[in-house]
């Protein structure tokens, strides 16, 4: 395995539809084994071939607890239901946007045997599979983002619960991950929020009139301040939701 150079914004291989793959050989596998190296080292969740460079129609995504590999793939189903919240990408470091998608999809693929089946993907995962699939295509999620987030709106929600924001994205145990701050629904539509560790946890000191604003503007019930400890699998967590005279 080894890593391969990410492709960045300008050039123009990101603009150009990728061939299908016809050939399932050790020279895919090697190709699909060192996208997935080249992932992780970048801190990704997914990669498609052109962002390596390669026109072939060759996706990986981290769902996880695995590393999803999908070849030719197609997106078969997708539901009515969506998903608002932010997305960056390899190609374009240090930029976010705001990009609704659906929240289910199922996507047929083959593997790097040759062999076809069907994966569904929810959530963050469903993002991931159309995200890249999108690269095949030649796009790019800056052509469907609502608007491309500020430094400043990076940072806004960390002051607001009396914060810095450096930082507070890592992950204790998994020092090449970091997480961003996302809308969700699990029933009820919050921003999670990562922190850095239980001490930053415990500082959280919000500006509530500021926290019901932020809740309104971004139409969320409240925010789940969280840290995740990968070395003894524990997650923390805080509640907050003003809005709804929930001060925590």
Request: charged letters at 25%; aromatic letters at 6%; hydrophobic letters at 40%.
């Amino acid at each position: 395995m080894a890593l391969r150079k990410i492709v960045t914004v300008g050039d123009p291989i990101l603009t150009k539809v990728c061939r299908p793959v016809t050939k399932f050989d050790q020279k895919l596998a090697i190709l699909i084994e060192d996208m997935i190296e080249t992932m992780h080292d970048a801190n990704g969740v997914g990669l498609a071939g052109p962002q390596v460079g390669i026109l072939r129609r060759v996706v990986v995504v981290d769902a996880g607890d695995e590393d999803i590999e999908l070849v030719n793939p197609e997106v078969v189903e997708v539901s009515e239901e969506t998903q608002t919240g932010v997305e960056g990408c390899l190609s374009l470091p240090g930029k976010y946007g705001i990009v609704t998608r659906p929240e289910h999809v199922v996507v047929r693929a083959q593997d790097r045997n040759g062999d076809w089946y069907e994966y569904e993907g929810e959530d963050i995962v469903a993002r991931c599979f159309l995200h890249e699939i999108d690269h095949l295509d030649g796009h790019m999620y800056t052509e469907i983002a609502e608007r491309m987030l500020t430094p400043e709106e990076l940072e806004e929600l960390y002051h607001i619960m009396g914060l810095s924001a450096d930082g507070q994205g890592a992950v204790t145990g998994k020092p090449e991950l970091t997480l961003l701050p996302q809308k969700v629904s699990t029933g009820l539509t919050d921003i999670m929020m990562p922190v850095a560790d239980e001490a930053e946890l415990e500082k959280i000191a919000p500006d509530f009139p500021a926290l019901t604003e932020h809740s309104r503007r971004y139409n969320v019930v409240g925010v789940h301040a969280f840290t995740v400890n990968t070395t003894d699998g524990m997650i923390h967590a805080r509640n907050f939701a003003p809005l709804y005279d929930i001060d925590e």
